[in-house]
T-cell receptor
Framework: ETGVTQSPTHLIKTRGQQVTLRCSSQ?????VSWYQQALGQGPQFIFQ???????GRGNFPPRFSGLQFPNYSSELNVNALELDDSALYLC???????????????FGSGTRLTVV | GDSVTQMEGPVTLSEEAFLTINCTYT??????LFWYVQYPGEGLQLLLK?????DKGSNKGFEATYRKETTSFHLEKGSVQVSDSAVYFC????????????FGRGTSLIVHP
């Protein structure tokens, strides 16, 4: 089975720009969540999608938005980039809420975003 | 709200030493508990899990027991290797709602030859 793949792996953007990060979930998984991980910190939950609907959101401003597609792949969009948005962005998938509870999440390797 | 507290790192050990990384949690209901490992430059990998009290999760020589009475899920390994050097995250997924996991801040483990 394929794992979670994220693209691009690295990205450099200028403050004020917009960015789109992409994630392909593991085969058979219908739930995708996104995390921001600053250097030396644990992952901070951004939001989660279950069958194309957002079903949870962390403490992030509205300029962080997302989509989940019918094939359960997902995008994270960040508008008006700020320097503090520089971080590793992780995507994780699970086989539904029950899967998340019983089996945990499968993570991608992340996208390293640098805002200059 | 739900929370996970891990011991501060870095933890520095010699090869073949015994490892303990402490993790305690606060949650309503009956959470599932997880340990994830992150190697440099990579995403998180699920290391082990336990879904109910007194369950023991184990993988690659690592173990952790779900202790409801002490709300703990400490990670242990009898003999660490240099290749175990990584950051370890304790996490919980609470029952009910949207099952969004809560992570600890991570504990860095450095193993010297």
């Amino acid at each position: 089975e394929t794992g979670v793949t994220q693209s691009p792996t690295h990205l450099i953007k200028t403050r004020g720009q917009q960015v789109t990060l992409r994630c392909s979930s593991q085969s058979g998984h219908n739930t995708v969540s996104w995390y921001q991980q600053a250097l030396g910190q644990g992952p901070q939950f951004i939001f989660q999608y279950y069958r194309e609907e957002e079903n949870g959101r962390g403490n992030f401003p509205p300029r962080f938005s997302g989509l989940q597609f019918p094939n359960y792949s997902s995008e994270l969009n960040v508008n008006a980039l700020e320097l503090d948005d520089s971080a590793l962005y992780l995507c994780a998938s699970s086989g539904g809420t029950g899967g998340a509870y019983s089996y945990g999440y499968t993570f991608g390797s992340g996208t390293r975003l640098t805002v200059v | 709200g739900d929370s996970v507290t891990q011991m501060e790192g870095p933890v520095t050990l010699s090869e073949e030493a015994f490892l303990t990384i402490n993790c305690t949690y606060t949650a309503t209901g009956y959470p599932s508990l997880f340990w994830y490992v992150q190697y440099p430059g990579e995403g998180l990998q699920l290391l082990l899990k336990a879904t109910k009290a007194d369950d023991k999760g184990s993988n690659k020589g690592f173990e952790a027991t779900y202790r409801k009475e002490t709300t703990s899920f400490h990670l242990e390994k009898g003999s660490v290797q240099v290749s175990d050097s990584a950051v370890y995250f304790c996490a919980l997924t609470a029952s009910g709602g949207s099952y969004i996991p809560t992570f600890g801040r991570g504990t860095s483990l450095i193993v010297h030859p």
